[in-house]
Each structure stands twice: as structure tokens, then as C-alpha cells.
């Protein structure tokens, strides 16, 4: 799976990220050092092993549906910067 | 009364040989004296503190949640939730946050009348070694202060160390509270992945990740993790469990124990002074009556990778939710919603950060994905059950907790070598399993070696029982 080319510009688009032509190429050298390193697991054979998301053996856990006042809708969006009515305000997504 | 174990405290307050008040101002004045050269703290709540510590005086605190911490000031890594207290995770992105609620483990030690005393400086977002990455200021080795206290949790255990807490709590994904902890010559608990809750705690890489106690002493471990433990509804991950008071069987001892010494711990890459410093203590365990086991677990080099995928897939997705909109940073110019979220993310995170969310975000990318994020979750079963093998031939593991002792200040520059620092102690969180981290000698320049005990899912007590049987050598009974 050896990858030599990480197109760190396309990964910065989908982590919603811009990066000066600095960051851009500093990040270029780290990663491509990381993922040499992480390529050492290239080696291990891992044929019919599960693929371990968490440690747990939990499964599914769930709790009653009950409303619980613990909050008010102030505490919860006060911490927004750009609020409205109770609402958090943000640019026009939808043209009217 | 300064510098005494919290156990030694919570006798002499229950005494009356001081009040909790007194305890807090001893506390509050040795921060004002030393923290702005060792810069521990991030925001320091005295009068909140001095009231709860009155409220303790006076009786206040319900006597079913009396306790050996009440009354006793504390200080937590600025990553857990305090409700109308700012929680940063040292990041220009969360700079005013104000939780709307406490951390489930907050809550619990609210609850028990503990007196918190601020929150402690950290690696951005817990991400990092050093505890340089923090977007504020940079925190000293108390023992050295042209060192760094190690990392993430680096305020913590600086802060426990210089007596400007009597515990702390902080959280470990790799070894962010056990090589602090190390680095600084304090005691740190990594508890078995499930055992303390995270709701509260800032997420940063879920599934490896548990909040875990700073203290000066094994007992003191003990005592902070009797407190915290126990399943919580609101963090589906904790487990049911029965929570033992691990201070019961702490004196056990350690005759007949067998502890398993992993060569490939003492390997390439170790100092030689931590190599001398975790083997001296392997010899002091076998006068005490233990026996020595050579064991090996194969897949420990590829843990470091694996751990390096792993937390950085699950950074990249947790940190998604900071996009400017409901909370944290938020860009001054945008026009649209893309850019609101762009310009926020760009501006809001440093530099580490960034590049673990780039890390995660490659390997969680189509076609990378099996090559690498999947690939690093079956290395994970491999690691587990190597660990898994190893408990049948012994009780405990014992390891240093890193390969050096405490870096100068800048010294360590390239990211890889770095994360190298992690490789004693990041695949404990891959395994999930629980690891103590104690002093064991000095190393290099008079600075504080650490070993780490290693035991299977759920041996907290046996891990202080070993490590308090260490601590306590050579006294009446050991």
C-alpha cells in the first residue's frame, strides 16, 4: 500500500481547512514522514482479523427516552457568537 | 501543611488540625508565588474555591458524600468541562468557551466537596508531548524549568509537582497523563478504557482515551480514582461494574506476584538511565518477593503506528464540530456559510492540531481508508491479544513509561520523533488496558525516571497494590 504522493491539498479541502503556501508545505514533508512510518504495518498480516473499532465488548446501549430539564435553550446556545430570538444566526444558506 | 499527600491532608482535616480554608489559601498562595515562572495554570478560581471550601467548614456538604477528598483543593486539564468556568483545551478555538455543564467527573467530585482550584495548561486540544502546542503559554518542569513537564497533561503534573495542587485530573490518549506524570516524578493512573466516564471531556481520539488522576503518591491514586469511577449513563461507553475501594487491598504486598519485563522495552531507542533506573526497580521488586518473568509482545512496534492512525482518524472527525457556527471561534470575515467554516477552522486551530486533523483526514479518505484506518483497527485486535497472551504468563507488566527523561524546552522540533516519545505508552491505550505510572529513581541532570506497571482490563487494584509496595520499600513490612 506504499503511498508516495499525499495530496495535501485535496485532504485540506475535505478537513475544511486553507493553508498558507507554508503551512502547505511543511505539512507535505510531516505527513509524508508519518505515513512512511504508519507503513510499517504493511508488513503485519492481518488476514481474517476483526477490525477492533473500541475494546468493549458492549453492544448497543441504550437508556429510556425521557425528557430531562437539565438545560434551558439560553444555557445551550449561549455560547454562540451570533444569536437571535433564541436561534444561532449564520450566513444565508438558501437563497429566498 | 504544604506538600503533604492528600491522604495526609484529609486525616489532619477531618482532625481539625486546619480548616479547609486554610488548606485552600496555603494552596492559592503557593500558586500566586511560583505559578507565573511554572505557569501550571490556565484560570484560577480562588473565590470559588475559597467558598466551597468555607461550605466544607461549615458542614455544608451532605455527610453521605463525605469523603477522603473533601475539603482537599484540586485542579483539573483544562480539556474537562466546568460549568460557567472557561474551558480552553489551550486553544485559540475555545478561548471563551463556557460550558453549559459540568463533566460527569467534576460533578462527582463537586459532590464529594473537593475545592477546585483552576484549570491547568495543556497541549492544544491534549495533542502533543511537551505541552508547548498550548495556544497560550508554555509550562516548566519544576524540576528543571528549562524543561518541559512533558505532555498532554503537562500543567497537571507540573502542578502536583510544585505543590500548587494536592491532585489533578487529567486525560491520557498515548500517555498524556502518564508521561507528566513521569517527566515531573508524580503518580498517574491511565484507567482500563471504560471505567471513568468522558462525558465532559473534550473529545479528542474516543476510543483510546480515559480521564485519569495526578497525585504525589500511589495511595493518593487510589483514593482520586475511588472517587471518579463508576458506569455514567450519559457516556455509553463506561462499563457496569461493581467500583472496589482500591485502598483496601493496597497493602497486599507483592510475594508470590509475577511481573513480566518485556525486552522489547529495553530496546533501541531507550536512554541508558532510564534502562538502569526501570531495572533497578525490577531487582527491588524481586527482594520484595516477586518474581521476575522475561515475556515479549511482538506487535508493540506497530502499536505506535497503529495509535498514530487511530487517534488521528478520530480527531479529525471529532474536531468537525468546530466550524464556528454554535460555539468556540468564530472568524470576523465571511460571506458565506463554507467560508464561515473554512476561515474559523483555519484561523481557530495551531499548528499540531492541524496536522493531526490532515493525518486523519488522509487516512479516513476514500481509498486510503482499508490501506490504513481500517488496516490500524485489526493491528489493534493483534496488540490486545498479545497483551491478552502475555497476563497468562504473569500478573503485571513493568516498563518504563518513556524512553527519556524530561526534553529541554524546543528541543524536539520534527513531529516524528516526537511521537516516537510515545512508544511505551501508547499501546496500552490501543490494548485498552490500565497502566500506573510511579517514579523510580533520578536519570540525566538529577531529573525524575518513570516506571509504568501494565495490567490486564479492570486491575487498577492490583496495579497500586504493586505500585504502593514500591513506593513504600524498605518501610515496616516491605
Same mark, same amino acid.
Given at each position: 500500500m506504499k503511498k508516495d504522493y499525499i495530496d495535501v491539498e485535496?485532504?485540506?479541502?475535505?478537513?475544511?481547512? !486553507?493553508?498558507?503556501?507554508? !503551512?502547505?508545505? !511543511?505539512l507535505k514533508k510531516d505527513m509524508d514522514s508519518v505515513i512512511s512510518f504508519a507503513n510499517i504495518l504493511d508488513a503485519i498480516d492481518t488476514n481474517g482479523i476483526n477490525a477492533a473499532e473500541h475494546i468493549t465488548k458492549l453492544v448497543n446501549v441504550m437508556r429510556e427516552d425521557e425528557v430531562e430539564e437539565k438545560y434551558t435553550a439560553e444555557e445551550m446556545i449561549r455560547s454562540a457568537k451570533t444569536r437571535c430570538d433564541g436561534f444561532i444566526t449564520v450566513p444565508t444558506v438558501v437563497e429566498g | 501543611m504544604i506538600g503533604r499527600s492528600l491522604y495526609e491532608h484529609s486525616i489532619a482535616l477531618a482532625r481539625k488540625e486546619y480548616s479547609s480554608v486554610e488548606l485552600t489559601k496555603a494552596y492559592l498562595s503557593e500558586i500566586e508565588e511560583r505559578d507565573g515562572e511554572l505557569g501550571a495554570y490556565l484560570s484560577i478560581t480562588a473565590d470559588k474555591a475559597l467558598k466551597t471550601a468555607k461550605d466544607y467548614d461549615e458542614g455544608k456538604c451532605a455527610?453521605?458524600?463525605? /469523603?477522603?477528598?473533601?475539603?482537599?483543593?484540586?485542579?483539573?486539564?483544562?480539556?474537562?468541562?466546568?460549568?460557567?468556568?472557561?474551558?480552553?483545551?489551550a486553544s485559540k478555538m475555545l478561548s471563551s468557551y463556557d460550558p453549559p455543564y459540568d463533566a460527569t467527573v467534576v460533578e462527582k467530585l463537586k459532590r464529594s466537596g473537593a475545592v477546585l482550584l483552576g484549570k491547568?495548561?495543556?497541549? %492544544?486540544? @491534549?495533542?502533543?508531548?511537551?505541552? *508547548?502546542?498550548?495556544?497560550?503559554?508554555?509550562?516548566?518542569?519544576?524540576?528543571d524549568s528549562s524543561r518541559v513537564p512533558g505532555g498532554s497533561s503537562g500543567g497537571a503534573a507540573a502542578a502536583v509537582a510544585a505543590n500548587e495542587a494536592v491532585f489533578a485530573l487529567g486525560s491520557d490518549t498515548g500517555g498524556s497523563v502518564r508521561q507528566p506524570a513521569s517527566f515531573c516524578g508524580v503518580v498517574g493512573m491511565k484507567p482500563t478504557y471504560g471505567s471513568v466516564s468522558r462525558f465532559g471531556l473534550v473529545a479528542f481520539a474516543s476510543s483510546l482515551e480515559q480521564i485519569g488522576p495526578i497525585t504525589r503518591t500511589v495511595m493518593d491514586n487510589a483514593i482520586v480514582f475511588n472517587a471518579i469511577c463508576g458506569k455514567d449513563r450519559?457516556?455509553?461507553?463506561?462499563?457496569?461494574?461493581?467500583?472496589?475501594?482500591?485502598?483496601?487491598?493496597?497493602?497486599?504486598?507483592?510475594k508470590g506476584i509475577k511481573i513480566g519485563v518485556p525486552q522489547q522495552f529495553f530496546s533501541a531507542g531507550?536512554?541508558?538511565?532510564?534502562?538502569?533506573?526501570?531495572?533497578?526497580?525490577?531487582?527491588?521488586?524481586?527482594?520484595?518477593?516477586? *518474581?521476575?518473568?522475561?515475556?515479549?509482545?511482538?506487535?508493540?512496534?506497530?502499536?505506535?503506528?497503529?495509535?498514530?492512525?487511530?487517534?488521528?482518524? %478520530? @480527531?479529525?472527525?471529532?474536531?468537525?464540530?468546530?466550524?464556528?457556527?454554535?460555539?468556540?471561534?468564530?472568524?470576523?470575515?465571511?460571506?458565506?456559510?463554507?467560508?464561515?467554516?473554512?476561515?474559523?477552522?483555519?484561523?481557530?486551530?495551531?499548528?499540531?492540531?492541524?496536522?493531526?486533523?490532515?493525518?486523519?483526514?488522509?487516512?479516513?479518505?476514500?481509498?486510503?481508508?482499508?490501506?490504513?484506518y481500517k488496516k490500524a483497527l485489526k493491528v489493534r485486535s493483534l496488540v490486545r491479544a498479545d497483551f491478552q497472551n502475555v497476563f497468562s504468563e504473569c500478573d503485571v507488566i513493568l516498563t518504563?513509561?518513556?524512553?527519556?527523561?524530561?526534553?529541554?524546552?524546543g528541543e524536539k522540533k520534527d513531529p516524528l520523533s516526537m511521537y516516537m516519545g510515545d512508544i511505551y505508552s501508547a499501546p496500552v491505550n490501543i490494548a485498552g488496558i490500565p497502566a500506573l505510572s510511579l517514579p523510580c529513581g533520578k536519570g540525566e541532570g538529577g531529573m525524575p525516571v518513570g516506571m509504568q506497571l501494565?495490567?490486564?482490563?479492570? /486491575?487498577? %487494584?492490583?496495579?497500586?497494590?504493586?505500585?504502593?509496595?514500591?513506593?513504600?520499600?524498605?518501610?515496616?513490612?516491605?
Open positions: 485535496a485532504v485540506a479541502k475535505l478537513a475544511k481547512l !486553507e493553508l498558507s503556501a507554508d !503551512e502547505r508545505d !511543511e | 455527610p453521605e458524600n463525605n /469523603s477522603t477528598i473533601s475539603g482537599i483543593p484540586y485542579a483539573l486539564k483544562d480539556n474537562i468541562c466546568t460549568k460557567g468556568i472557561r474551558t480552553t483545551c491547568l495548561n495543556m497541549d %492544544e486540544f @491534549a495533542m502533543g508531548s511537551t505541552t *508547548e502546542n498550548s495556544a497560550f503559554k508554555i509550562t516548566r518542569n519544576p524540576w450519559y457516556d455509553a461507553t463506561t462499563v457496569e461494574r461493581k467500583c472496589a475501594d482500591l485502598t483496601q487491598g493496597i497493602q497486599g504486598g507483592v531507550i536512554s541508558e538511565d532510564v534502562k538502569i533506573a526501570v531495572l533497578e526497580a525490577a531487582e527491588e521488586y524481586k527482594k520484595m518477593g516477586a *518474581e521476575l518473568v522475561s515475556v515479549s509482545i511482538p506487535s508493540v512496534d506497530h502499536a505506535l503506528a497503529a495509535y498514530y492512525i487511530i487517534s488521528s482518524a %478520530e @480527531a479529525s472527525s471529532n474536531l468537525a464540530r468546530f466550524d464556528g457556527v454554535r460555539f468556540g471561534y468564530r472568524a470576523d470575515e465571511y460571506e458565506t456559510m463554507d467560508e464561515l467554516y473554512i476561515k474559523s477552522r483555519s484561523e481557530g486551530f495551531g499548528k499540531e492540531v492541524k496536522r493531526r486533523i490532515m493525518l486523519g483526514t488522509f487516512a479516513l479518505s476514500s481509498g486510503y481508508y482499508d490501506d490504513y518504563p513509561v518513556a524512553p527519556t527523561v524530561a526534553y529541554k524546552i501494565i495490567g490486564p482490563d479492570f /486491575s487498577e %487494584e492490583l496495579l497500586y497494590r504493586v505500585g504502593f509496595a514500591y513506593e513504600n520499600r524498605g518501610k515496616a513490612g516491605y
